[in-house]
């Protein structure tokens, strides 16, 4: 395995940096959502973590997947859970006993998965370096989803009313 | 750049949101860690969409991210009606199914 | 006939088949058990068709034998029927051997345990056919004597099934060829006399009765056992060495004994065993004492068991093996046997006995049993013929007694067998019954020209001829006291005025009487119960109405016919009228009398069943038919000289004394003498009721003492029962109930706390600790591991995703590992 990251020659040093830079945040973001003893303060960092999954794909010629993430995921998502956090009377501020008792297992459970899964992809994807591609345009996308995916399409909607229905159906006060 | 990055990049939030599902003891807390996973996977895609040429990864990127919109207004919801009647979401308390 | 003639034997489909005379009782007595209930006459009819159809063979066998031993004597074939009664009879001259006949065998081998083989069939020859005719003949008249006489029995059928394999036993043991087989016949005719003795078992003095005979014959039986085991140790080596035979086989025993290499010490002590048996099953001194207690039977069973055919076995048993006890007690020689001794001691005690019987029965009993002495005395003095010719004459008469006896209890006297009170001037009442009674009793007494006096004089004439003087002497006396005692009886239950049922009182006072007699003991064999009397009652109802009168025919017919052969039976051997007519007349003495004469082994062996058998006569002539000069002994031949190698001898050469015309005056004068004293005194006594007589024995001591001692059967009883059993069986019994309960019964108690021990322990310990202990720590250790992985089970999200992630790591770590490497 040879020169591992982010500065190698034949390579857009910008986009590295870019994605360098983005990459750290989004990992800061992701443990603070998972240490954090305030559950306010760890959705935060969420949407922190989300936005820096959007930067990504739009550094991965995914533009409009970047949009919709932001839309739905930041936008609808995340106001989902702060609903959630404040109809389960989450306190305000710092709270302790975030963890439940076994939380020590996590540890190795995360160290284990982390490590397998980085040397099979650095054993699988040793050097390869990705194409630079331009911006994908959208209608690409919306070929595929009506004309091979158009069953799947379909079935999502479905599954959103189902969802939708099901949520509203659970959420009674009855 | 390389490859690696992303699919590196994927694994680590992966890796947290593994450690998150375990360790936190709130249900919501344990949702958006599993929102962490899901966006660890998506990410996978949507780089191997682009390692490939294929645009299918974005297309199925596209897909995870309604249905992870869908899961958490049905999980949102239960963890609602739990609280509901429990007064409290903390899992460790949540153990009815004890064998 | 001098010269070695190769002779043909006649055989015979009688002969060869006779063992279906014994057979045909047998079956005949399953069937009368099995079905006799349900037919017509209750098995009666099947009592006598299987003793008819035994009756036909037997006579066949009769015939058949006559020819062959005449195709013997006159060294041709076998004539026809015609020619075997038309011939004068034997050819040889006088002094010559005559040939042995050797019998007609028909046998099988029922089991064999190395090398020695036990067979079961028939063994036919002279003697053996004369009384298994002699034994159907009987059978049959006492059977249809029963029809009527036993009528209305609680127990009908089993009595005819009784009497049926008693004559089957009898029958099995007449044509038994070897000891095995007599000992089988001997013992169904015991255990048949059992049951025919105690057939009203219910009055406890029948069964008692029962078991005396029983156990006083028991007695007489271990000899048989013991002498059938001596004679087998000391004939079975000779037997197989010079016979082909073993040491059951009758005929081997007969030659081994007259082979002169039979050891002196077996012949012996097997002769003494075996006359022991004879002792006890024929009533001699000193075990007479069951014959009188067999009253207690019904009267066609006395008449046949206990008179003509069951007793009679023990003469016969000598008779047939007649060579061991000849060389054993030294026969031939002159020496005084033990035979004759007891023979003779039984004519006089018997006969003494008889006077002071008032039940009709016990005096012909007693009668039997004395004449029994006779056939002993004869047998045991050399006189072999004429002691099976009482055996054949005695049967006769005095089975025609016992029927007259039953008949007159039967329909004179109200079932009562006591003469004193129930008898008396019957003679006017019941002819035929008189009559028949009196010429069985001038045939018992010997007068001319009735049968006895042709077969009990010869023996006394033998009996002196051979030189036994006292002995001849003794028998005199014997026939003096049987004129006597004989007299007394009649004159009791004939003549006079009647007394008791006689008189024709009523129910009431017989009903008393009879019972009285039941209580006491004495005399009255009578021994229903008040129900089976009212059966008899019922059945004969209008009898008692008019006092005694004569029988029915199916009762008189058989008395009728035995009287008529009580005069004529003599003449079957009238050796006295052979010096006029020839010895022709001397039946029994050509057919049935075994020919002292050697034959060689090699036809013995070679005569197989049924099968003609070329005999040699012997070259020489070896005079064994001495004595028909000068009523001396031949001093050679079969008996006294070992026959030649390569001969065997079956039979000694007996002598015949040459009856002289003043013997016979002396014994008929004698006999005249005691008649003429004892009808006087009858009269006087009992029918004048003279004052010296009477009360005679209460006022002279002596004569009371005398006469007690009869009344109480020499105290012989007393001693047996109160002695010698108390003596034995007490402590035995004693012993055995100590056994009893302190050893068998604390063994099984022992074993039982045993178990239950035993059982507790393994309970304790192997079943609840180990056993259940394996099951309980199955059960712990399932729900221990259940306790120990429900940790697992929290309920608990977070663990469960722990779980969940941990173990998929594991898994695409094996994964990564098995695809990598």
């Known amino acids: 395995m040879s020169a591992l990251i982010l500065a ?55 533009e409009f997947v970047a949009a919709s993430q ?13 609903f959630g956090i404040m109809l389960t009377r989450a306190q305000i501020g710092k709270e302790a006993g975030l963890n439940n008792k076994g939380w020590a297992l996590g540890i190795p459970v ?65 | 750049m390389l490859a690696v990055n992303f699919l590196l990049l994927a694994a680590a939030l992966f890796s947290i949101g593994v450690y998150g599902v375990i360790a936190r003891r709130n249900a919501v807390m344990v949702l958006m860690s599993i929102e962490l996973i899901l966006n660890a996977v998506t990410l996978n895609l949507v780089a191997f969409a682009l390692m490939n040429g294929a645009i299918d990864g974005q297309v199925f990127a596209l897909f995870v991210i309604a249905i992870a919109a869908a899961e958490v207004g049905v999980g949102l919801a239960m963890v609602l009606m739990i609280y509901r009647n429990r007064k409290s979401i903390a899992l460790d308390e949540l153990s009815e199914m004890k064998g | 006939m001098l010269a070695a003639d190769a002779i043909e ?135 249809i004597f029963s029809v009527d006489y036993v009528r209305g029995d609680r127990r009908y059928t089993h009595f005819f099934a009784a009497m049926t394999l008693f004559s089957g036993g009898m029958l099995i043991m007449v044509m038994s060829e070897n000891m095995v087989q007599l000992i089988l016949g001997w013992e169904i005719m015991g255990l048949t006399s059992f049951m025919l003795i105690g057939h009203w078992w219910e009055e406890e003095a029948n069964s008692r009765a029962a078991l005396k005979a029983f156990f006083t014959v028991r007695v007489g039986d271990v000899g048989l056992l013991v002498g059938t085991a001596i004679i087998f140790f000391g004939a079975n080596q000779w037997a197989v060495d010079n016979l082909d035979s073993n040491g ?164 004179g006297s109200h079932h009562s067998f006591d003469m004193k009170k129930d008898m008396g001037g019957l003679r006017k009442k019941m002819p035929v019954t008189f009559a028949a009674w009196c010429v069985s009793t001038l045939a018992l007494t010997g007068v001319f020209p009735f049968a006895g006096f042709w077969s009990k004089d010869e023996i006394i004439d033998n009996v002196g001829a051979n030189g036994y003087t006292f002995l001849m002497w003794v028998g005199l006396a014997g026939a003096a006291l049987t004129a006597m005692y004989m007299t007394r009886a009649t004159y009791l239950t004939f003549f006079g005025e009647p007394r008791g049922a006689a008189a024709g009182h009523g129910h009431d006072d017989a009903h008393a009487e009879e019972h009285e007699m039941e209580h006491i003991g004495v005399g009255a064999p009578e021994p229903r119960s008040l129900g089976a009397a009212a059966n008899a009652h019922g059945d004969d109802g209008s009898d008692h109405s008019d006092g005694p009168h004569e029988s029915g025919k199916l009762i008189l017919i058989p008395i009728v016919i035995l009287a008529f052969f009580a005069v004529t039976a003599g003449f079957a051997n009238p050796t006295p009228l052979a010096s006029r007519f020839g010895e022709g007349v001397e039946v029994l003495k050509t057919y049935v009398e075994p020919r002292a004469t050697p034959i060689s082994t090699g036809e013995v062996i070679a005569s197989g069943p049924g099968e003609s058998v070329r005999i040699v006569t012997p070259s020489v002539a070896p005079s064994a038919e001495g004595g028909e000069g000068e009523g001396g002994h031949s001093k050679s031949g079969c008996g006294f000289t070992a026959p030649e190698t390569g001969t ?75 002695v010698i059993v108390r003596a034995i069986a007490h402590p035995i ?57 429900q940790s697992t089970q929290s309920g608990k999200v977070s663990q469960y995703g722990a779980l969940l992630f941990g173990a998929a790591a594991v898994g695409a770590i094996v994964l990564v590992l098995v695809n990598v490497s």
């Open chain 3, 733 to 789: 019994a004693n012993a055995a109930y100590w056994v009893n309960q302190k050893v068998i019964d604390a063994t099984v108690n022992e074993v039982g706390i045993g178990t239950r021990k035993t059982g507790q322990w393994v309970y304790d310990n192997i079943d609840q600790k180990v056993v259940d202990g394996a099951v309980n720590g199955s059960g712990w250790a399932a729900s221990e591991a259940g306790h120990g992985l």
């Open chain 3, 248 to 411: 059951f086989n009758i005929a081997a025993i007969q030659a081994w004994a007259l082979s002169g290499e039979a050891n002196t010490q077996f012949l012996l002590w097997g002769a003494v065993a075996l006359f022991i048996a004879c002792i006890g099953k024929s009533g001699q001194f000193p075990l007479h004492t069951w014959l009188p207690d067999a009253m207690a039977g019904p009267t066609p069973v006395s008449s046949l068991l206990h008179s003509s055919t069951m007793v009679v076995a023990g003469v016969f048993l000598v008779a047939r093996i007649y060579p061991v006890f000849w060389e054993g007690f030294n026969i031939g020689t002159g020496g005084l046997s033990f035979i004759a001794i007891i023979g003779a001691i039984t004519i006089v005690i018997a006969a003494l006995l008889a006077f002071v019987q008032d039940d009709i029965k016990k005096v012909l009993a007693y009668s039997t049993v004395s004449q029994l002495g006779y056939m002993m005395l004869g047998l045991g003095t050399g006189a072999w013929l004429p002691a099976v010719f009482h055996i054949f004459t005695h049967a006769f008469f005095k089975c025609a007694l016992f029927l007259c006896a039953g008949s007159v209890s039967h329909s």
């Open chain 1, 70 to 82: 932001i839309l739905v995921y930041i936008g609808a998502v995340m106001v989902l859970f702060l």
């Open chain 3, 648 to 722: 065997v001898c079956f039979f000694p050469g007996v002598s015949h004394a040459e009856p002289k015309f003043a013997k016979i005056l002396l014994s008929l004068a004698i006999v005249a003498v005691g008649y003429a004293l004892a009808i006087a005194f009858c009269v006087a006594f009992y029918g004048r009721r003279d004052e010296r007589l009477v009360g005679l024995t209460e006022r002279n001591r002596a004569l009371r003492g005398g006469f007690l001692f009869l009344k109480n059967k020499y105290y012989l009883d007393a001693l047996y029962e109160n």
């Open chain 3, 9 to 143: 034997l006649s055989s015979g489909w009688f002969l060869e088949n006779a063992w279906l005379v014994g057979l045909i009782p047998v079956i005949g007595f399953a069937v009368i058990i099995g079905f006799g209930k349900r037919l017509p006459m209750k098995g009666a009819e099947v009592g006598l068709a299987s003793m008819a159809i035994s009756l036909v063979i037997a006579l066949g066998g009769v015939v058949q034998w006559i020819q062959r031993t005449n195709s013997a004597d006159t060294g041709e074939e076998a004539g026809s029927l015609i020619q075997a009664f038309g011939r004068t009879l034997p050819q040889a001259t006088e002094g010559e051997a005559k040939p042995f006949v050797t019998p007609v065998v028909t046998s099988w081998v029922w089991w064999q345990n190395s090398g020695l083989e036990f067979g079961i069939g028939s063994s036919i020859d002279g003697l053996a056919i004369l009384l298994i005719a002699l034994v159907a003949f009987i059978t049959l008249l006492v059977m």
């Open chain 1, 110 to 174: 995360g160290l284990l998965m982390f490590g397998l899964l980085a040397w099979v992809i650095l054993d699988a994807f040793d050097d390869q370096v990705l194409p630079d591609r331009g911006a994908t345009p959208t209608v690409l996308l919306s070929d595929q989803f009506l004309s091979i995916y158009l069953v799947p399409f379909i079935a999502v909607s479905f599954v959103l009313l189902a969802a939708a229905i099901g949520a509203i159906v659970l959420a009674r006060k009855d």
């Open chain 1, 8 to 62: 190698a020659d034949d390579i857009n040093v910008a986009q590295n940096v870019a994605f360098g830079i983005i990459a750290a945040m989004m990992i800061f973001a992701a443990l603070s959502v998972v240490t954090s003893k305030n559950v306010v303060h760890a959705a935060l960092w969420l949407v922190m973590v989300l936005s820096g999954v959007a930067a990504q794909y739009i550094l991965a010629s995914a």
